[in-house]
């Protein structure tokens, strides 16, 4: 079986850009998380998505971040318009019932580079 | 908000020495949530060490314990003797099962030495 999928690996992007993250979660599975990976604070959550219905926008994130989920088999982070503190790594899991069992499927990550 | 405190790393004992991680939570719209430990391992993804979704039962897994305790908030991670392949950077997350919501603290960075 795949894993979860996210493309594309690496992106650097300049101040002020647009970047869309791209992830596809295990086949099956109908939670979808994206979280930003920093060492100062760790795992973020950015947005998550129960059955594709966006459950939670991040808060703090609102205003730069969307995530949508087009399907039960794609979904997509928007970053509109990049800052540097974006840098950062940008993870995506998949679950069927994550809260309740804790078995997320990440992805290996977008590191973004922001100049 | 739902959020999840933990040890600030790096964290660095010698092999066949204890440990313990700390991890209190908090869980505002949660209302009986579950509580994980997750670990990365160098060169590896995140991944599912121990659970558990009861308010005072022990999760256990290689060689860790953690208890979950309603009173105190707390899901403290407690190994009695590491080893060197232990080294790996460690994650208390609590989730919900309403939701499926999970929400990780900001990770311990544990180094163990020969």
């Known amino acids: 079986d795949a894993g979860v999928t996210q493309t594309p690996r690496h992106e650097v992007a300049e101040k002020g850009q647009t970047i869309i993250l791209k992830c596809e979660p295990v086949?099956?599975?109908?939670?979808l998380f994206w979280y930003r990976q920093t060492k100062i604070q760790g795992l973020e959550l950015l947005s998550y998505?129960?059955?594709?219905?966006?459950?939670?926008d991040g808060g703090a994130f609102k205003d730069r971040f969307k995530a949508e989920m087009l399907n039960s088999s794609f979904s997509t982070l928007k970053i509109q318009p990049t800052e540097p503190k974006d840098s950062a790594v940008y993870l995506c899991?998949?679950?069927f019932g994550g809260g309740a069992t804790g078995q997320l499927y990440f992805g290996e990550g977008s590191k973004l580079t922001v100049l | 908000g739902d959020s999840v405190t933990q040890t600030e790393g790096p964290v660095t004992v010698s092999e066949s020495e204890s440990l313990i991680i700390n991890c209190t939570y908090s869980a505002t719209s949660i209302a009986y949530p579950n509580l994980f430990w997750y670990v990365r391992y160098p060169g590896e993804g995140l991944q599912l060490l121990l659970k558990?979704?009861?308010?005072?039962q022990k999760g256990s897994s290689r060689g860790f314990e953690a208890t979950y305790n309603k009173e105190t908030t707390s899901f403290h991670l407690q190994k009695a003797s590491v080893q060197e392949s232990d080294s790996a950077v460690y994650y208390c997350a609590l989730g919900s099962s309403n939701t499926n919501k999970v929400v990780f603290g900001t990770g311990t960075r544990l180094q163990v030495l020969p």
């Open positions: 998505f129960r059955s594709k219905s966006l459950m939670e």
């Open positions: 558990v979704i009861t308010a005072g």
């Open positions: 899991a998949s679950s």
């Open positions: 086949s099956g599975h109908n939670d």
